[in-house]
């Protein structure tokens, strides 16, 4: 009975991580500039390899691998933002514009 459980919380999180990454890639593909491809795939991306790892820990059935998927998707949800910013920062300062669809510059201000 526990395997079963096992096995159709891995498959959800499978699904759930799949489509979380599907829609990273969707946003690489079609948002119009750096910063809201950079947004797309720092969320959308970080929560679906996430998911992925965890329902790769959770199927081994093993405590040492879950509590090193547990470590890469919390190390995950530190980093991926983080660089993000700064690599959006970074971006601005050395002259990418916006895209003509952003309606406010924050960074422009400071």
């Known amino acids: 009975m526990i395997d079963y459980i096992v096995a159709a919380v891995t498959a959800l999180l499978l699904i759930v991580g799949s489509l979380f990454a599907l829609a990273a890639a969707i946003g690489l593909v079609r ?37 090193r998927a547990l470590a890469g998707f919390v190390f995950f949800l530190l980093t991926a933002p983080v660089s993000a910013h700064l690599l959006a920062r970074t971006a601005h300062r050395s002259g990418y514009d916006l895209g003509a669809l952003s309606v406010r510059d924050d960074i422009r201000d400071r």
């Open 31 to 67: 948002l119009p500039d750096l910063y809201t491809r950079m947004h797309s795939a720092s969320k959308a991306g970080t929560v679906g390899s996430g998911l992925l790892l965890l329902a790769a820990g959770l199927y081994s059935q093993d405590p040492a691998i879950l509590a």
